[in-house]
């Protein structure tokens, strides 16, 4: 069946990077395409980012663009999510998407 393992995420300042991991198994791989959505406490889930099977397309939500990357590494079955000048707002549990299949989160602080 399918899995997606996230990992990558922790606690940074405000102004600092991480990048996200989302570790796919289970399906072809370069037939999907990849979201990556989050979730801060109280509020509802959000997309933030997607990208196509072949990583051609990829778009951003208003409030990540400039700051955000999405990629995928087709020989890895990965999809990535570089996070730059992250801010106290981006603190959420961040979710990978595919084939209609949640992975289990990777939790993301930003706080000084």
């Known amino acids: 069946q399918v899995q997606l393992v996230e990992s990558g995420g922790g606690w940074v300042q405000p102004g600092g990077s991480l990048r996200l991991s989302c570790a796919a198994s289970g399906y072809t791989f370069t037939d999907y395409g990849m979201n990556w959505y989050r979730q801060a406490p109280g509020k509802e889930r959000e997309l933030v980012a997607t990208?196509?099977?072949?990583?051609?397309?990829?778009t951003y939500a208003d409030s990540v663009k400039g700051r955000f990357t999405v990629s995928k590494d087709n020989t890895k079955n990965t999809v990535y999510l570089e996070m730059n000048m992250l801010k106290p707002e981006d603190t959420a549990v961040y979710y990978c998407?595919?084939?209609?299949?949640w992975g289990q989160g990777t939790q993301v602080i930003v706080s000084s």
């Open positions: 998407y595919a084939k209609r299949s």
């Open positions: 990208i196509t099977n072949i990583g051609d397309i990829r």
